[in-house]
């Protein structure tokens, strides 16, 4: 059995009671881990608020030195925790390690961040006194974490929240603690003082409803479903705490008439079925200018019919299963909702058959034409490999369907003339654009929503600034 880690010591749960977890691709118990209560989580909180003082007096090259030692240990141990992050998740191994990497990537970016934190001398009118603007730690962070990418967004979380000098506790997925309180317990073995960095398995109602309520948390950073993040910014401004959200998309990608074909069609195929299509930037609606639409399907097709199912642990494997059961019942409905409204399915839209599949969550990767905008997978977040295909007319009808969603997470344009490219940057309603480019979320830039895809950012020194409190002091002079 898995346990929880707090204030430096691996902890069963006061309730003595396990949650188990299991494979989505076969439905095998991979291992079970401690179903923490409101107590355990105040636990840990208690253990982080302890610890705080001291670690946010440390120097910033201490906090450095301890990520850059984190991110050796883990890398050391990096292909098992693939195959654990793939038993517990379902991804491809392949897709497991590069999601490691990025979160070493993430950490390493961060540790190098440590020394660059600036605050500020501001004249003031008076003649003899200036400002000074302070950069301070706030405290006790919430961390939580959904199961899509859990290493990942562990770490875009606890590492800008460590080198900023505050504690933390981390809440990871019901479904996918094991590699998370691997990772966790290495960066402290790193250096960490106890009670620095704390995680508590349970359920989101219980350990997270007790970060979100309790006074001694003072930030906390979500990223989960919109529906989830409404609760959670509600629960956390009756403690008046800071708030970042990362929530849902519904990525639109425009291709126009003088794209690069073959690159869009990567684009297109990577950024819909990566991960099975459980990425909040994956691309959820895709919009092709008339005049290319029948070759490029044409050929997105064949791309698409060659992506091998299958357990992610299997090394041919490109796509795995979906992640849980209901998960999977809520595509089949979206996709069931759009053939009702005159949608056609040009390949998939089923369960695959065959002793390998029955018992995983799998659906294979489909394509979707002719879906009206009423449909649920155009209005709602599709988290599964399923992917709707428009054609326009031209770029101004591509933009104003691109920005018909109440998400604004990322968009991309694929052309070949600069004045395009730049007026749907401009126009486009996300947080994120890519132009002839994958959605990728890059460790050195920004990361995050408008309207209900979210608030604040993570990544690039953006984020560093979301646990960072500036302080305005006045120094009278004469
Ligand atoms: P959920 O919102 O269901 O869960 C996210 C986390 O919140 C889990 O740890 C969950 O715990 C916890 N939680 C649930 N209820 C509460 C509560 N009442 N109080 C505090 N915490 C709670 O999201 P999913 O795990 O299903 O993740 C998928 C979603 O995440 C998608 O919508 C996706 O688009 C979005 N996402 C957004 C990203 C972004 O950067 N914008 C990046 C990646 C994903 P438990 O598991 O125990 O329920």
Same mark, same amino acid.
Request: aromatic content about 6%.
């Given at each position: 059995?898995?346990?929880?880690?707090?204030?430096?010591?691996?902890?069963?749960?006061?309730?003595?009671?396990?949650?188990?977890?299991?494979?989505?691709?076969?439905?095998?118990?991979?291992?079970?881990?401690?179903?923490?209560?409101?107590?355990?989580?105040?636990?840990?909180?208690?253990?982080?608020?302890?610890?705080?003082?001291?670690?946010?007096?440390?120097?910033?090259?201490?906090?450095?030195?301890?990520?850059?030692?984190?991110?050796?240990?883990?890398?050391?141990?990096?292909?098992?925790?693939?195959?654990?992050?793939?038993?517990?998740?379902?991804?491809?191994?392949?897709?497991?390690?590069?999601?490691?990497?990025?979160?070493?990537?993430?950490?390493?970016?961060?540790?190098?961040?440590?020394?660059?934190?600036?605050?500020?001398?501001?004249?003031?009118? %008076?003649?003899?006194?200036?400002?000074?603007?302070?950069?301070?730690?706030?405290?006790?962070?919430?961390?939580?974490?959904?199961?899509?990418?859990?290493?990942?967004?562990?770490?875009?979380?606890?590492?800008?929240?460590?080198?900023?000098?505050?504690?933390?506790?981390?809440?990871?997925?019901?479904?996918?603690?094991?590699?998370?309180?691997?990772?966790?317990?290495?960066?402290?073995?790193?250096?960490?003082?106890?009670?620095?960095?704390?995680?508590?398995?349970?359920?989101?109602?219980?350990?997270?409803?007790?970060?979100?309520?309790?006074?001694?948390?003072?930030?906390?950073?979500?990223?989960?479903?919109?529906?989830?993040?409404?609760?959670?910014?509600?629960?956390?401004?009756?403690?008046?705490?800071?708030?970042?959200?990362? /929530?849902?998309?519904?990525?639109?990608?425009?291709?126009?008439?003088?794209?690069?074909?073959?690159?869009? /069609?990567?684009?297109?195929?990577?950024?819909?079925?990566?991960?099975?299509?459980?990425?909040?930037?994956?691309?959820?609606?895709?919009?092709?200018?008339?005049?290319?639409?029948?070759?490029?399907?044409?050929?997105?097709?064949?791309?698409?019919?060659?992506?091998?199912?299958?357990?992610?642990?299997?090394?041919?494997?490109?796509?795995?299963?979906?992640?849980?059961?209901?998960?999977?019942?809520?595509?089949?409905?979206?996709?069931?909702?759009?053939?009702?409204?005159?949608?056609?399915?040009?390949? !998939?839209?089923?369960?695959?058959?065959?002793?390998?599949?029955?018992?995983?969550?799998?659906?294979?990767?489909?394509?979707?034409?002719?879906?009206?905008?009423?449909?649920?997978?155009?209005?709602?977040?599709?988290?599964?490999?399923?992917?709707?295909?428009?054609?326009?007319?031209?770029?101004?009808?591509?933009?104003?369907?691109?920005?018909?969603?109440?998400?604004?997470?990322?968009?991309?344009?694929?052309?070949?003339?600069?004045?395009?490219?730049?007026?749907?940057?401009?126009?486009?309603?996300?947080?994120?654009?890519?132009?002839?480019?994958?959605?990728?979320?890059?460790?050195?830039?920004?990361? !995050? !929503?408008?309207?209900?895809?979210?608030?604040?950012?993570?990544?690039?020194? %953006?984020?560093?600034?979301?646990?960072?409190?500036?302080?305005?002091?006045?120094?009278?002079?004469?």
């Amino acid at each position: 059995m898995a346990k929880m880690f707090i204030a430096g010591e691996w902890m069963e749960s006061e309730s003595g009671q396990v949650t188990e977890i299991r494979n989505p691709a076969t439905g095998e118990l991979v291992d079970t881990v401690p179903k923490g209560t409101e107590k355990d989580a105040q636990k840990a909180i208690d253990a982080a608020a302890e610890a705080y003082p001291k670690w946010s007096e440390t120097s910033p090259e201490e906090r450095a030195k301890v990520l850059d030692k984190a991110v050796d240990l883990i890398n050391e141990k990096k292909q098992d925790l693939a195959v654990l992050l793939t038993k517990e998740q379902g991804k491809p191994v392949s897709e497991s390690v590069r999601e490691i990497d990025h979160f070493l990537h993430g950490m390493k970016f961060y540790a190098g961040l440590a020394t660059k934190v600036r605050g500020a001398q501001v004249p003031l009118p %008076e003649k003899g006194v200036y400002g000074m603007v302070l950069k301070q730690s706030i405290g006790v962070c919430g961390a939580i974490v959904p199961w899509n990418f859990p290493i990942t967004l562990m770490g875009t979380k606890v590492g800008p929240a460590l080198i900023a000098g505050n504690t933390v506790v981390v809440k990871p997925a019901s479904t996918t603690p094991l590699t998370t309180l691997q990772c966790v317990e290495m960066i402290h073995r790193a250096g960490l003082p106890e009670g620095v960095l704390n995680i508590v398995t349970g359920p989101g109602s219980v350990v997270g409803e007790e970060l979100l309520r309790n006074p001694k948390v003072r930030r906390i950073a979500f990223t989960g479903e919109t529906k989830t993040g409404k609760h959670v910014m509600e629960i956390a401004s009756q403690g008046i705490k800071r708030v970042t959200l990362e /929530l849902g998309g519904s990525d639109p990608m425009i291709v126009c008439d003088d794209a690069n074909m073959k690159r869009a /069609l990567t684009g297109a195929s990577v950024g819909r079925f990566y991960n099975c299509g459980q990425a909040c930037l994956a691309i959820k609606r895709l919009y092709l200018f008339e005049s290319i639409a029948d070759e490029f399907i044409e050929q997105l097709k064949g791309k698409v019919q060659r992506l091998k199912l299958g357990n992610g642990l299997n090394e041919d494997t490109r796509v795995g299963p979906l992640h849980m059961e209901f998960q999977r019942k809520e595509v089949e409905e979206q996709v069931e909702d759009a053939k009702k409204k005159g949608a056609k399915v040009l390949i !998939g839209g089923e369960r695959p058959t065959g002793d390998e599949f029955d018992k995983g969550f799998f659906y294979l990767p489909t394509l979707l034409t002719d879906v009206p905008d009423s449909g649920r997978i155009v209005q709602e977040e599709c988290f599964g490999p399923v992917l709707p295909i428009f054609r326009v007319k031209d770029l101004d009808e591509a933009i104003e369907k691109a920005n018909s969603s109440s998400y604004g997470l990322g968009a991309s344009i694929w052309t070949q003339n600069l004045a395009r490219a730049h007026q749907a940057a401009e126009r486009l309603q996300a947080g994120n654009v890519w132009i002839n480019s994958l959605h990728i979320g890059y460790d050195e830039l920004p990361f !995050g !929503g408008i309207k209900e895809s979210g608030i604040g950012r993570e990544h690039g020194p %953006e984020a560093l600034e979301y646990y960072l409190e500036p302080k305005g002091v006045v120094v009278a002079t004469g």
